[in-house]
């Protein structure tokens, strides 16, 4: 066989391209995953604790000191260097808002084995935070985390692009990239992007109820009303907002993922659909 | 900043309304917004992209005399946060939880029982912030609630927007050596003439625009 310039080539030789699928290859992509007859929340995370799932909270640090949230796997805050390099030191802060130790409690307590790592975007400087985000997202994207809890969006139309490609890499990296819609008419990312999981709110009181949009782009809908969560200080408070209902999808994700590592995210959001409790999930 | 936003900000503040009229509609929003939620106090606080700064711009209820003009960092805190990530959020104290300390509230000043807030978004920025304190506790939180409060901060928004556009026209009206200080000046001095003087006037200006090619 010759290729189109000519020169002989020996397809058996050659590696595996991924825009085909060559007939002896198919052996190849067989998969180890045993799909049941039907997928069943239970057969998805029934059971499940999150083990040795990492999971990211990308937000305004997690204080690691509160009861509720307990040691984290890693903790960093990003900078923007002289030379736009991406700066990431150990965080010694913690959390300047409440938010992300909030997000992080709530991960703890519903996937209480998996591993929480805390990657600070917000309170250095206001100015330039829309670099610190996407600076950020690019290092816990780089971390091969298994999931990242993105509670925030940005309006700025520039870094759109760039957001969207750090979103699709997440993904074909096998990185989970759970993200907040906004609940205001206004376009922000990237909860926008369908390589992302975009997370609004629902009223009900079970933390691992979720419901499939089929109106997207919002995806899923997660509890984020009237959720008790840690907050700074070693206080409890309750709390409203999509930006609670994202840590209740990703503790869904860290469980699945627990129980089923090998899924993709492209298969995960398969099973978040098929056991979504307005689909197939209903007790 | 463009000129061509200013230039007609320039003109508008010759004929159109002044910082008195966009506050006292700042006013007007949070005083709605409170009533309409039943909370005790509401506020709008405005980025100062110089400081990095939010200084509370209207406040009604609880802390009206004291904190108007009042400023603290734009990248701490529960409203930093709301602004940084664009991000509506309500949060309620619990106060009967054990874990609750009063030191805490001493060490961070003044907290409210309870806080809802969302980012006053104008095209692609985040001008402030605008917050409710303290709603009735014995009621629970619901979603058409954040929607309500969303609608109410689309509504600042474009007020502030106006205050802003008012207050770079203000300047400009101020500042009589700037290069656009002539274009204000004239604005002012045709809105203020009459009858005839004002037809001569609208006249000589509709010439020199055609002469500029306007």
């Not at chain 1, 997660?222 to 206080?235: D, K, M, S, T």
Request: aromatic fraction near 6%; glycine fraction near 10%.
């Amino acid at each position: 066989m010759q290729d189109v310039t000519g020169h002989s080539w020996d397809a058996s030789k050659a590696a595996l391209p991924a825009w085909s699928l060559p007939k002896d290859a198919v052996d190849r992509i067989a998969l180890p995953s045993e799909w049941p007859d039907r997928v069943t929340r239970d057969w998805a995370l029934g059971g499940a604790m999150g083990d040795g799932v990492r999971v990211c909270i990308l937000d305004s640090g997690v204080d690691s000191t509160h009861p509720l949230v307990g040691e984290l796997e890693s903790a960093v805050v990003i900078s923007i260097g002289e030379d736009d390099e991406v700066i990431a030191d150990e965080d010694t802060d913690g959390d300047v808002s409440g938010h992300g130790t909030a997000c992080a409690g709530i991960v703890r307590r519903h996937a209480p084995e998996s591993k929480i790592s805390s990657v600070r975007v917000l309170g250095s400087s206001f100015t330039g935070s829309g670099a610190v985000l996407l600076g950020g997202l690019r290092y816990a994207i780089e971390q091969g985390f298994d999931v990242i809890n993105m509670s925030l969006s940005t309006t700025k139309k520039p870094f759109a692009s760039i957001l969207h490609e750090l979103a699709d890499s997440a993904y074909f990296k096998r990185t989970v990239l759970v993200a907040s819609a906004h609940n205001m008419p206004v376009e922000s990312y990237p909860w926008r992007f369908s390589s992302v999981i975009s997370v609004g709110s629902h009223e009900e009181p079970d933390p691992l109820d979720f419901f499939y949009n089929p109106s997207p782009p919002v995806e899923f809908f997660g509890r984020g009303v009237n959720v008790e969560v840690p907050w700074l200080g070693g206080r409890t408070l309750t709390v409203s907002g999509n930006s609670f209902a994202t840590p209740h999808m990703s503790s869904i994700c860290a469980l699945i993922l627990s129980k089923h590592p090998e899924l993709t995210p492209f298969q995960l959001k398969s099973v978040l659909y098929l056991t979504a409790t307005n689909v197939g999930g209903a007790p | 900043m463009t000129d061509q936003p200013d230039l007609r900000a320039a003109v508008a503040a010759g004929v159109v309304g002044s910082e008195e009229s966009y506050r006292a509609l700042l006013s007007a929003i949070v005083e709605v917004a409170r009533s309409i939620f039943g909370a005790t106090a509401s506020s709008i606080l405005l980025l100062d992209e110089e400081t990095e700064e939010l200084v509370f711009e209207a406040v009604v209820g609880e802390g009206e005399d004291t904190l108007l003009g009042t400023r603290f960092p734009a990248g701490t805190g529960i409203a930093g946060w709301v602004l940084a990530t664009r991000t509506p959020l309500v949060i309620e104290d619990v106060h009967n939880d054990p874990r609750w300390s009063r030191d805490v509230a001493e060490d961070t000043g003044y907290v409210p029982k309870g806080l809802m807030a969302a980012p006053l978004l104008h095209e692609e920025g985040a001008l402030g912030v605008l917050s409710v304190l303290d709603r009735p506790e014995q009621t629970l939180f619901s979603l058409q609630e954040m929607e309500l409060l969303g609608l109410f901060a689309n509504q600042a928004a474009i007020a502030v927007d106006l205050l802003l556009k008012a207050r770079r026209a203000e300047a400009l009206l101020g500042d009589g050596e700037g290069d656009l200080a002539v274009v204000a000046r004239l604005a002012t001095a045709v809105d203020a003439l009459e009858d005839e003087q004002r037809e001569s006037g609208l006249k000589l200006l509709n010439h020199l625009a055609r002469t500029l090619g306007a």
